[in-house]
């Protein structure tokens, strides 16, 4: 084939593998609206069959007194509102919405029995313990009574949803691309085994990586795409959904290093069993009905805190919202009165997963002032308005961040957002910087609080290590750590 030829495939496939990528968000957000849907409509029924039920077989109610004890009580009502936000709730802190093109139907009936044995105790012990009943039987009436109807209810369109999505990923309109580390004769083995099973597990393989000079077995069976440190690059350009690790054991070391090469994406892992050691992670069998593979999961935090962390942010960003807009007017004076351009600075800045997002703040410097290129803010910066130094020393030039917030680009606390001008320069020093796009940017960071602004890329790099031992140490009670010592910080007027 020649060059030209092959160039012109080349970016074919690469448009074709974009618009696959666009192709499965759409999908996902369906897939992700239909679960959603139904979890409301599903808990709506069953809170209205189980509060008619206890008022007929717990209250005894009579025949001509039924429709007025359901349907004229207030507490059915009250119970339609928030008991579908509460089912809710309890299955995103679980995380249920996650992977929902991934979700195994046997995941599905596990995942719904242990949501709904616990939100049915907790309701139970909140809610209906104080029911006057003729004997302690019935407390364990309603609570089997409860459950079975919560149980069935959720399970059945959950369990169709997922069927139906894996009946796409049989037809071949769902798959996911997938690139395979490794070139030996084990790697060659996984590939014509999955090849066969393409249709059940949805691989669309788009080529595969060298990490050795060990015989290749692949090279006339996929496109090859290069080394390991060429993965991250790959990952964002054909959209990489799934990594195979099949590599040799004397091929090992290679890939001890393996999350750091992946970077920031959000990417499932498999590998041969024997590397279940070397990539560290939470890992369970897959292809059992093959030659097995093991999933590797990197969670930074569990499941529920991602959950909680969610919640709180985007409460404490409408809270934030609401209650400092007398602050926001201030602003907004202030900078029309003292010089003239814009209220708000807006900048592109990168996000998690390395997609970028615009950056809200309040303008604190003259217009134009990086006509000359990126520049970081220095001491006595000569470009900072006179109210944008009181705006800079007082932190409020950030309180917009909190709209990046409330639209999910941002978190209350995470490494704070830069520029993709100087995290090229970052990357070329300290390759590692990209880790930290694994999660979301923060308003404040524990990078922030022991170091402060940063106002050369080698401030940059030193403030970034605050920043990855926040990562590997990630909790909610961290969090809220630093936000205490930013609390502090605000106060004393300079860093800890």
């Given at each position: 084939?020649?060059?030209?030829?092959?160039?012109?495939?080349?970016?074919?496939?690469?448009?074709?593998?974009?618009?696959?990528?666009?192709?499965?968000?759409?999908?996902?957000?369906?897939?992700?609206?239909?679960?959603?849907?139904?979890?409301?409509?599903?808990?709506?029924?069953?809170?209205?069959?189980?509060?008619?039920?206890?008022?007929?077989?717990?209250?005894?109610?009579?025949?001509?007194?039924?429709?007025?004890?359901?349907?004229?009580?207030?507490?059915?009502?009250?119970?339609?509102?928030?008991?579908?936000?509460?089912?809710?709730?309890?299955?995103?802190?679980?995380?249920?919405?996650?992977?929902?093109?991934?979700?195994?139907?046997?995941?599905?009936?596990?995942?719904?029995?242990?949501?709904?044995?616990?939100?049915?105790?907790?309701?139970?012990?909140?809610?209906?313990?104080?029911?006057?009943?003729?004997?302690?039987?019935?407390?364990?009436?309603?609570?089997?009574?409860?459950?079975?109807?919560?149980?069935?209810?959720?399970?059945?369109?959950?369990?169709?949803?997922?069927?139906?999505?894996?009946?796409?990923?049989?037809?071949?309109?769902?798959?996911?691309?997938?690139?395979?580390?490794?070139?030996?004769?084990?790697?060659?083995?996984?590939?014509?085994?999955?090849?066969?099973?393409?249709?059940?597990?949805?691989?669309?393989?788009?080529?595969?990586?060298?990490?050795?000079?060990?015989?290749?077995?692949?090279?006339?069976?996929?496109?090859?795409?290069?080394?390991?440190?060429?993965?991250?690059?790959?990952?964002?350009?054909?959209?990489?959904?799934?990594?195979?690790?099949?590599?040799?054991?004397?091929?090992?070391?290679?890939?001890?290093?393996?999350?750091?090469?992946?970077?920031?994406?959000?990417?499932?892992?498999?590998?041969?069993?024997?590397?279940?050691?070397?990539?560290?992670?939470?890992?369970?069998?897959?292809?059992?009905?093959?030659?097995?593979?093991?999933?590797?999961?990197?969670?930074?935090?569990?499941?529920?805190?991602?959950?909680l962390k969610i919640i709180i942010d985007k409460t404490v960003a409408f809270l934030a919202v609401i209650l400092l807009s007398p602050v926001f007017l201030?602003?907004?004076?202030?900078?029309?009165?003292?010089?003239?351009?814009?209220?708000?600075?807006?900048?592109?800045?990168?996000?998690?997963?390395?997609?970028?997002?615009?950056?809200?703040?309040?303008?604190?410097?003259?217009?134009?002032?990086?006509?000359?290129?990126?520049?970081?803010?220095?001491?006595?910066?000569?470009?900072?308005?006179?109210?944008?130094?009181?705006?800079?020393?007082?932190?409020?030039?950030?309180?917009?961040?909190?709209?990046?917030?409330?639209?999910?680009?941002?978190?209350?606390?995470?490494?704070?957002?830069?520029?993709?001008?100087?995290?090229?320069?970052?990357?070329?020093?300290?390759?590692?910087?990209?880790?930290?796009?694994?999660?979301?940017?923060?308003?404040?960071?524990?990078?922030?609080?022991?170091?402060?602004?940063?106002?050369?890329?080698?401030?940059?790099?030193?403030?970034?290590?605050?920043?990855?031992?926040?990562?590997?140490?990630?909790?909610?009670?961290?969090?809220?750590?630093?936000?205490?010592?930013?609390?502090?910080?605000?106060?004393?007027?300079?860093?800890?």
């Amino acid at each position: 084939m020649s060059v030209l030829k092959l160039k012109v495939l080349m970016v074919s496939n690469n448009k074709h593998n974009q618009l696959n990528d666009k192709y499965l968000t759409r999908i996902k957000n369906i897939v992700l609206t239909k679960y959603i849907l139904f979890d409301i409509i599903s808990s709506l029924l069953a809170w209205l069959i189980f509060f008619s039920f206890r008022k007929i077989e717990i209250e005894n109610y009579q025949l001509n007194q039924i429709f007025d004890s359901i349907f004229k009580n207030p507490t059915l009502y009250i119970g339609l509102v928030l008991i579908p936000i509460y089912w809710l709730l309890l299955s995103f802190i679980s995380g249920f919405y996650r992977y929902v093109l991934r979700k195994r139907l046997v995941s599905c009936v596990g995942e719904t029995f242990k949501i709904t044995l616990v939100g049915t105790l907790i309701l139970f012990f909140t809610l209906l313990l104080d029911d006057q009943v003729r004997n302690y039987k019935n407390y364990y009436y309603t609570l089997s009574v409860l459950f079975s109807i919560q149980f069935v209810f959720s399970l059945t369109p959950r369990y169709i949803i997922g069927y139906i999505v894996r009946n796409k990923i049989k037809k071949g309109k769902i798959n996911f691309n997938t690139v395979i580390i490794g070139s030996s004769r084990n790697a060659n083995l996984i590939y014509e085994d999955l090849l066969r099973k393409k249709n059940f597990y949805g691989n669309n393989f788009i080529g595969y990586l060298k990490v050795s000079e060990i015989e290749d077995f692949l090279h006339d069976k996929l496109e090859y795409l290069g080394t390991l440190h060429d993965l991250p690059d790959l990952i964002n350009k054909f959209g990489i959904k799934e990594i195979i690790i099949a590599i040799e054991p004397e091929e090992e070391e290679h890939i001890s290093n393996i999350v750091s090469w992946i970077g920031y994406s959000e990417v499932l892992i498999k590998s041969v069993p024997d590397l279940g050691k070397s990539l560290k992670g939470k890992s369970h069998f897959v292809n059992i009905l093959s030659i097995p593979l093991i999933e590797v999961q990197y969670e930074l935090m569990p499941v529920w805190q991602q959950a909680l962390k969610i919640i709180i942010d985007k409460t404490v960003a409408f809270l934030a919202v609401i209650l400092l807009s007398p602050v926001f007017l201030i602003c907004f004076l202030g900078i029309k009165l003292t010089s003239r351009g814009p209220i708000f600075f807006k900048q592109e800045r990168i996000g998690k997963n390395g997609k970028p997002f615009v950056l809200y703040k309040f303008r604190s410097m003259y217009i134009d002032a990086e006509k000359n290129g990126p520049n970081l803010s220095i001491k006595d910066d000569p470009r900072i308005t006179p109210f944008g130094r009181f705006l800079r020393k007082t932190k409020l030039d950030e309180i917009p961040n909190f709209i990046n917030v409330l639209k999910g680009d941002m978190s209350l606390v995470g490494p704070r957002p830069e520029r993709q001008y100087y995290i090229d320069q970052i990357v070329k020093i300290c390759p590692t910087y990209k880790q930290l796009q694994k999660i979301k940017p923060g308003v404040t960071s524990l990078g922030q609080v022991r170091y402060g602004y940063a106002s050369s890329v080698d401030e940059m790099i030193s403030r970034m290590k605050f920043d990855l031992l926040y990562m590997q140490n990630m909790s909610l009670s961290f969090d809220f750590l630093i936000i205490y010592y930013t609390i502090i910080i605000l106060f004393r007027g300079r860093h800890i």
